[in-house]
């Protein structure tokens, strides 16, 4: 079955970095498109960014473009998000999704947090 298993989280200061990591099992990761969701304390999962199979197209929500980075190790099966200057308003649990055939999958999450 599907598994992801997301790490990297933690505390960290404002304008500070973490590099979070999701490995995958039990699909083919090359073939679908991967995602990173967050959610905030009190709101809604939101959608972070997303990458295509190959790695070559990207995409961000407006707030983390810039300082934020997705990419993905193929012959790893591992999707990474490297977050740079990072802000309080950043603090959230971020997932590692998929979506096949009509169903999501996601991780357990990490947390992150960042103090001012």
């Known amino acids: 079955q599907v598994q992801l298993v997301e790490s990297g989280g933690g505390l960290v200061q404002a304008g500070g970095s973490l590099r979070l990591s999701c490995p995958a099992s039990?699909?083919?990761?090359?073939?679908?498109?991967m995602r990173w969701h967050r959610q905030a304390p009190g709101k809604e999962r939101d959608l972070v960014a997303e990458?295509?199979?190959?790695?070559?197209?990207?995409d961000y929500i407006d707030s983390v473009r810039g300082r934020f980075t997705i990419s993905r190790d193929n012959p790893k099966n591992i999707l990474y998000l490297q977050m740079n200057n990072l802000k309080p308003e950043d603090t959230a649990v971020y997932y590692c999704?998929?979506?096949?055939?009509?169903?999501?999958?996601w991780g357990p999450g990490t947390q992150v947090i960042v103090s001012s």
């Open positions: 039990g699909f083919i990761f090359s073939h679908y498109t």
């Open positions: 990458i295509s199979t190959g790695g070559d197209t990207t």
């Open positions: 999704t998929v979506r096949q055939h009509g169903s999501s999958y």
